[in-house]
């Protein structure tokens, strides 16, 4: 729901980022984020071994939500654009797990795989455990960081799995206009600007 909320996101579902769709997604996205808070706090602690999990059950809650508020091409194109994205790497939503046929030992390569790279993210933005100044490179690490998981998912996948992904994903995204975009979510939320949190 926050991808939606992002201004590139609209523009490219067509959607007026003042029209009654936004409103709706708004109230879907602050639920979601309470629903996650809440799942967190239950959780604790939280590990990447939990995430899918948790991932699964937030978007076994709210897909129904979302499919009423968007048009089916909508809907599609959303799931298309974050299957483009490089958290989705992970291959944690049931419906691409689904679609792709993704096998019990696939699987559990990919969940160690998410568990690794997990890993090795909190290592890049959290240097010396928030003791020591944030690291200057982190945007081109992880940018490096999603290259690498992306190749090692694609040692996972079979050559058909493969080009079944690359079909899912649809038309290419421009990510990049992306950066720096609030969702909008409410206040508060990550990426929203300090301006829109007073509105």
């Given at each position: 729901m926050d991808r939606a909320l992002q201004e590139p996101i609209l523009k490219e579902l067509g959607i007026e980022k003042?029209?009654?769709?936004?409103?709706?997604?708004?109230?879907?996205?602050?639920?979601?984020a309470k629903d996650?808070?809440?799942?967190?706090?239950d959780h604790t602690p939280v590990d990447a071994a939990s995430l899918p999990e948790l991932g699964a059950k937030l978007q076994a809650r709210f897909d129904p939500e979302l499919k009423k508020v968007l048009t089916p091409e909508?809907?599609?194109?959303l799931r298309q654009i974050i299957w483009q994205m490089p958290g989705a790497n992970r291959l944690d939503d049931p419906d691409l797990v689904k679609a792709l046929d993704v096998k019990p030992e696939q699987r559990e390569k990919l969940d160690?795989?998410?568990?690794?790279i997990f890993g090795k993210q909190v290592a890049i933005?959290?240097?010396?455990r928030g003791r020591g100044p944030a690291d200057a490179d982190a945007p081109k690490k992880m940018a490096?960081?999603?290259?690498?998981?992306?190749?090692?998912?694609n040692e996972i996948l079979s050559t058909a799995q493969q080009e079944k992904l690359a079909e899912l994903k649809g038309k290419p995204f421009d990510a990049s206009l992306l950066q720096s975009q609030p969702t909008g979510g409410g206040p508060g939320r990550p990426g929203q600007k300090s301006e829109?949190?007073?509105q």
């Open positions: 003042d029209g009654p769709q936004v409103a709706e997604l708004r109230k879907l996205a602050d639920a979601r996650l808070q809440d799942s967190i706090r909508q809907y599609t194109r160690a795989l998410t568990v690794e933005l959290n240097p010396n490096e960081l999603n290259v690498e998981w992306s190749k090692k998912i829109e949190k007073k």
